[in-house]
């Protein structure tokens, strides 16, 4: 599973990757790619992760998750923390 194509206001991004690897060969606008950036954040409210083994990068936990935290990478958002929090809606 992964993340093809990126939806925004300023127009769509297409995403040509392999597997659940942290490259891709990315067409968009700057402007784009500045609207990819400012939605970074998603990947924190996912569980699923991409990780390098011997056989090479896999999914662990959900794919869907693991499809948004590769996209991330891919795109330049940066890796999640390692710490999470639980939510609270006081904060």
């Known amino acids: ?3 093809v194509e990126v939806w925004t206001p300023a127009g769509t991004a297409s ?11 990315i067409q968009a606008s ?13 990947v924190h ?3 699923g992760r991409v990780a390098q083994t011997a056989s090479g ?7 869907m998750e ?3 935290h590769a996209w991330s990478l891919r ?3 940066g890796a999640p923390p390692k710490r999470r929090r639980s939510f609270d809606s006081r904060t």
């Open 1 to 3: 599973m992964a993340v």
């Open 15 to 25: 995403l040509d990757g392999t597997g659940y690897e942290p490259t891709a060969r």
């Open 30 to 42: 700057s402007e784009v790619m500045e609207r990819i950036h400012a939605t970074g954040s998603a």
């Open 45 to 47: 409210c996912v569980s």
């Open 57 to 63: 990068w896999v999914a662990e936990g959900d794919a």
């Open 66 to 68: 693991a499809a948004v």
């Open 75 to 77: 795109v330049g958002c």
